[in-house]
């Protein structure tokens, strides 16, 4: 089994930055590709971004793009979303998750059990 653990969030006003990160742990695959996603309360859990193992497929959600910067280091089995531009709607818990294609992270078909996420609330 998968873990995998969140970190780095916190409270900033609109306009301000955070850098999430998400370790993963435990019996992954040989290779797999890594993705964030949110839940905002009284919504479901929605698609943020997603990187492939090599870094050569990334894939943003039309409401972080150009705002939102996903990387990983596959030596620390890590991936990261460098948020910036924060808006009040991005006010979430996050969490990661993986899966062997970035196909079926876009489609929130992941392996792994859900963490317990970190939540960023962005102040107006």
């Known amino acids: 089994q998968v873990q995998l653990v969140e970190s780095g969030g916190g409270l900033v006003q609109a306009g301000g930055s955070l850098r999430l990160s998400c370790a993963a742990s435990?019996?992954?695959?040989?290779?797999?590709?890594m993705g964030w996603f949110r839940q905002a309360p009284g919504k479901e859990r929605e698609f943020v971004a997603t990187?492939?193992?090599?870094?050569?497929?990334?894939l943003y959600a039309d409401s972080v793009k150009g705002r939102f910067t996903i990387s990983r280091d596959n030596a620390k089995n890590t991936v990261y979303l460098q948020m910036n531009s924060l808006k009040p709607e991005d006010t979430a818990v996050y969490y990661c998750?993986?899966?062997?294609?970035?196909?079926?992270?876009?489609?929130?078909?992941?392996?792994?059990?859900w963490g317990q996420g970190t939540q960023v609330t962005v102040s107006s």
């Open positions: 990187i492939s193992w090599s870094g050569g497929t990334i």
């Open positions: 435990g019996r992954t695959p040989s290779s797999y590709a």
């Open positions: 998750n993986l899966d062997r294609q970035s196909c079926n992270i876009i489609r929130m078909r992941v392996l792994s059990p």
